[in-house]
């Protein structure tokens, strides 16, 4: 069974810094692409960020651009986001989804439930 | 970069009624690279149609979707009680994008 298991999220004031991880298991994760996915709070998705299969490719949003950074280690099956310079418009939860297709073009056929990242001072 | 938007933002139907939702696009999507996601409160968005028509493993076949360019639609040919959710539209070419969303709930 695929999972996804993100953590990390946590209450962070403006202009601070965090890191989230998802723990994937049930699948070859080296063989997928895989993304961040958030959504604020009452509202709909936004895509965050994107990366290939081994971790040489990335792609961001132009909301999160230059701040955030998405990688992952194979070895560890696992993906992260350092989110540095946090907005109060970055809270959000924060989904990570399995990636489907050839890089950059993804849609997302596993979700994990979510780390909750709130930016308030 | 491709907006999406989404009608009606509410769908209010009965069990049994036949659903269709609209997705447009600013520009056109190339290939078909089309996707729909249900999510219900709580839970994490479901894939249920990738390249704008076909179903995903495990999706009943009520679910189908169809267009091409920058009109899309997603029919539930007659809903269930479990259907009543929140839909969203994806188009993952370069810059990934979704739609506001339609928010499908019990007349």
């Known amino acids: 069974e695929v999972q996804l298991v993100e953590s990390g999220g946590t209450v962070v004031r403006p202009g601070g810094s965090l890191r989230l991880s998802c723990a994937a298991s049930?699948?070859?994760?080296?063989?997928?692409?895989m993304s961040w996915v958030r959504q604020a709070p009452g509202k709909g998705l936004e895509w965050v960020s994107n990366i290939n299969w081994n971790g040489g490719s990335t792609d961001y949003a132009d909301s999160v651009k230059g701040r955030f950074t998405i990688s992952r280690d194979n070895a560890k099956n696992s993906l992260y986001l350092q989110m540095n310079s946090l907005r109060a418009e970055d809270t959000a939860l924060y989904h990570c989804?399995?990636?489907?297709?050839?890089?950059?073009?993804?849609?997302?056929?596993?979700w994990g439930q979510g780390t909750l990242v709130t930016v308030s001072s | 970069e491709i907006v999406l938007t989404q009608s009606p933002g509410t769908l209010s139907l009965s069990p049994g009624e036949r659903a269709t939702l609209s997705c447009r696009a600013s520009?056109?999507?190339?290939?078909?690279?089309l996707a729909w996601y249900q999510q219900k409160p709580g839970q994490a968005p479901r894939l249920l149609i990738y390249g704008a028509s076909s179903r995903a493993t495990g999706i009943p076949d009520r679910f189908s979707g169809s267009g091409s360019g920058t009109d899309f639609t997603l029919t539930i040919s007659r809903l269930e009680p479990e259907d009543f959710a929140v839909y969203y539209c994806?188009?993952?070419?370069?810059?990934?994008?979704f739609g506001p969303g339609t928010k499908v709930d019990i007349k």
């Open positions: 049930g699948f070859t994760f080296d063989d997928y692409g």
């Open positions: 989804a399995r990636g489907r297709g050839s890089y950059p073009v993804y849609y997302f056929d596993y």
């Open positions: 994806q188009q993952y070419g370069r810059s990934p994008a």
């Open positions: 520009q056109s999507v190339s290939s078909s690279y």
